[in-house]
């Protein structure tokens, strides 16, 4: 069946945006209306105006989407496609922690269920996490929740004492460095770009550290010809789209294999998107308490980026 041909006819029929994460397969990619970054993402669905928002990426992302546009169906092509950074963080368990620091904000990645966005003060991402930050004065005192891994680097490039909630990325702690080493030695050549949600290790080996925008951008302008790719595989089609004529490698998650595939992501399939628009669903339900509150870290992250020129 050609599914693109098919998810092309429905797009219209449907009034539906296909919004795809930079992870997810290149058929998908391809088929999308915009393809970006958690930032890129959420503006895009805060401002769609449709009757279906059709999100590949994972259930996190389409809750986003869901209490920024809460009039527009949104569905997901797989149901299942989590993230093992936001379930790193239920909300029992962090409300306990929120409840040592009385005095203490929250900052929150959008890698984040919708519960934990209702006891957030403002929501960040990888591309504005230090600004968002740095928007705060210095004595604020800050929880960050729930990766570790940027916690810590916003806390080293800043000066921050943030207490942070003890949550990684299996796709992106998994890496060593090890593994780069062995890369940069058979490639000397190379520049290495790295996702900040890398173990700290990993990032001081880093030539560039940045959101997977950020990275895609700073491949476009740098000088290099050939990049180690500290992320999820799937950026690795839009580099390639932009830079015909540089080289990339990602770093392996073993020793067994080349690639970096975050499971949940790559649960989405071009069958399941088109099965999702036809039948509209799996839907996104959330209620309208968790969608009040949920809504308003996300909208401050938006505001101070926009104030900031991020978006």
């Known amino acids: 069946m050609d599914y693109a041909k098919k998810i092309i006819k429905l797009k219209k029929e449907k009034n539906a945006l296909i919004l795809a994460h930079f992870y997810q397969i290149p058929e998908i990619q391809?088929?999308?209306?915009?393809?970006?970054?958690?930032?890129?993402?959420?503006?895009?669905?805060?401002?769609?105006d449709v009757d279906m928002i059709v999100f590949a990426g994972v259930h996190f992302m389409a809750e986003t989407a869901k209490m920024l546009n809460p009039e527009s169906l949104v569905v997901l092509p797989d149901i299942e496609a989590g993230c093992s950074l936001a379930e790193s963080c239920p909300l029992d368990k962090f409300a306990a922690?929120?409840?040592?620091?009385?005095?203490?904000?929250?900052?929150?990645?959008?890698?984040?269920?919708?519960?934990?966005?209702?006891?957030?003060?403002?929501?960040c991402t990888?591309?504005?996490?230090?600004?968002?930050?740095?928007?705060?004065?210095?004595?604020?005192?800050?929880?960050?929740?729930?990766?570790?891994?940027?916690?810590?680097y916003i806390n080293r490039i800043t000066g921050r004492n943030m207490v942070l909630?003890?949550?990684?990325?299996?796709?992106?702690?998994?890496?060593?460095?090890?593994?780069i080493?062995?890369?940069?030695?058979?490639?000397?050549?190379?520049?290495?770009?790295?996702?900040?949600?890398c173990n700290a290790p990993v990032l001081e080996l880093a030539d560039y550290i940045g959101s997977t925008t950020n990275m895609l951008?700073?491949?476009?302008?740098?000088?290099?010809?050939?990049?180690?790719?500290?992320?999820?595989?799937?950026?690795?089609?839009?580099m390639k789209l932009a830079s015909p004529e540089k080289e990339f490698l990602v770093v392996p998650s073993d020793e067994t294999c080349s690639?970096?595939?975050?499971?949940?992501?790559?649960?989405?399939?071009?069958?399941?998107?088109?099965?999702?628009?036809?039948?509209?669903?799996?839907?996104?339900?959330?209620?309208?308490?968790?969608?009040?509150?949920?809504?308003?870290?996300?909208?401050?992250?938006l505001e101070i980026s926009r104030k900031?020129?991020?978006i």
């Open 165 to 179: 909630w003890d949550g990684t990325c299996e796709v992106h702690d998994i890496l060593t460095t090890e593994s």
């Open 126 to 152: 990888s591309g504005n996490a230090v600004e968002i930050v740095e928007s705060f004065p210095k004595d604020q005192k800050i929880i960050f929740a729930p990766d570790k891994n940027l916690g810590g």
């Open 259 to 301: 690639c970096n595939d975050c499971p949940y992501m790559k649960l989405n399939t071009m069958k399941k998107l088109y099965l999702a628009m036809k039948n509209g669903e799996p839907a996104i339900e959330l209620d309208a308490e968790t969608i009040r509150k949920g809504k308003r870290p996300i909208e401050r992250m």
């Open 181 to 197: 080493l062995d890369l940069k030695t058979e490639n000397p050549d190379a520049s290495l770009i790295a996702h900040p949600e």
């Open 217 to 238: 951008k700073f491949t476009q302008s740098d000088d290099s010809q050939k990049y180690i790719v500290a992320t999820e595989t799937g950026i690795i089609h839009q």
């Open 308 to 310: 900031k020129k991020l």
């Open 97 to 123: 922690f929120k409840a040592k620091y009385p005095d203490h904000i929250v900052i929150s990645y959008i890698n984040t269920t919708a519960a934990i966005k209702t006891v957030t003060d403002v929501v």
């Open 30 to 48: 391809d088929i999308a209306d915009y393809v970006g970054d958690s930032l890129g993402l959420a503006q895009k669905a805060a401002d769609a």
